[in-house]
């Protein structure tokens, strides 16, 4: 157990006399991991960029003599150093919490206040995603918009519009339940209340759901088609379930492509029409070596070794095709309100595409975004 005579601790701060004075400095238990947000989470780059600077201005608040402080600097760089944290980021935040006055840090000089346009901000609040683009330079390059008229450029300041990003659900907000209700104790008293947690019951499955062979057995059915109520990626073994009944006549689908041969490659489209229909053309410019998208190219890129395949006759073909890949029908899509049913599809595929990691950034094959898209059925 660690006890002192001469100094006392609370959280982070070690108090002690210094002759007729008060002296602080950083304290921290032995059992303390520093574990700081990695520099790899996906996190806005502000979020990361600034927990340096918050660190080290702590230490400077924190310690009341530069001996102090420039070995908590220096302690503290190490423990983001071992958090990835790159040397010349800790080293500007060193030199950034040197030069602000400490009595500043205590809260002893008042920070110059701002006046703010009309006393309002104006946040565009999105969910962040690291695929987003540079949103805050977007918005700056199109302010000018609310110039044209003047009513609209009476109502916004430019200088205080700005980009406020909300969490996606991570693992603690998905598996914890924070809606409580009080409710009387079992003992029947008035007077004495107990909260009781009353979790989102989830609705059930229906069995009907999946992805399903028609009855005809056709050739798509017959051969490539794989009967499921779920699927996972390839990339990331992320498993998910198919919330419809999809068969091969199914019409607005997207639906997943995976490569045998190739196990992490798998291809991620949508058809406004049947997916018997959609295979058809998929079949046939894989057959002709038509690079008429990102799944027939891979294809024809690797005709002559991984994917080399006997074209001679329809039935070879087919029976040859069938051993190199598997297609899974992943979701019936109903238009959005507001958008037509290949807006909406887009947009789904969009999604899975990001969500199963098919998109060159992860090494995949699907290269098509909402910005660059030829429309096809």
Not at 48 to 55: D, E, F, L, T
Not at 221 to 247: A, E, G, R, V
Not at 340 to 362: H, N
């Amino acid at each position: 157990m660690e006890y002192s005579t001469t100094s006392i601790v609370f959280l982070d701060l070690r108090v002690s006399m210094g002759g007729p004075m008060v002296l602080t400095q950083m304290y921290s238990k032995s059992s303390d991991t520093h574990a700081y947000l990695l520099p790899t989470s996906c996190h806005p780059t502000h979020v990361c960029r600034n927990i340096p600077k918050g660190v080290m201005k702590r230490v400077r608040r924190n310690c009341a003599e530069e001996t102090t402080c420039e070995e908590g600097f220096s302690e503290y760089k190490q423990h983001l150093l071992n958090r990835g944290y790159d040397s010349s980021l800790i080293d500007q935040a060193i030199e950034g919490a040197r030069t602000t006055p400490r009595e500043q840090l205590l809260g002893i000089v008042e920070k110059e206040k701002v006046l703010i346009h009309g006393n309002k901000q104006y946040p565009l609040v999105i969910k962040f995603n690291p695929r987003l683009p540079p949103m805050a330079r977007f918005i700056h390059q199109h302010v000018k918009v609310l110039e044209l008229t003047e009513q609209t450029k009476s109502m916004f300041n430019k200088k205080f519009l700005f980009v406020s990003y909300k969490m996606e659900k991570n693992i603690l907000g998905m598996t914890t339940c924070n809606k409580f209700k009080e409710e009387p104790s079992p003992s029947g008293s008035s007077s004495s209340m107990a909260l009781v947690v009353h979790p989102t019951p989830s609705l059930p499955d229906d069995p009907t759901w999946g992805c399903h062979s028609c009855p005809k057995t056709c050739t798509l059915c017959k051969n490539f088609l794989q009967d499921s109520t779920n699927f996972t990626s390839p990339k990331t073994s992320q498993n998910f379930k198919i919330k419809s009944h999809i068969d091969c006549n199914t019409k607005n689908v997207i639906y997943l492509i995976l490569d045998l041969k190739c196990p992490e490659i798998f291809y991620i489209g949508y058809t406004t029409d049947c997916m018997a229909m959609r295979w058809r053309n998929h079949k046939s410019h894989v057959k002709k070596s038509i690079k008429s998208c990102e799944l027939a190219s891979h294809f024809v890129s690797l005709s002559t070794t991984t994917h080399k395949i006997d074209k001679s006759s329809q039935a070879t073909f087919t029976s040859e095709l069938k051993e190199h890949l598997a297609i899974i029908l992943i979701e019936s899509v109903k238009p959005q309100t507001g958008l037509d049913v290949e807006a909406t599809l887009k947009e789904r595929e969009d999604f899975w595409q990001g969500a199963l990691k098919s998109t060159p950034l992860f090494g995949g094959i699907n290269k098509r975004s909402n910005k660059a898209r030829n429309k096809r059925s």
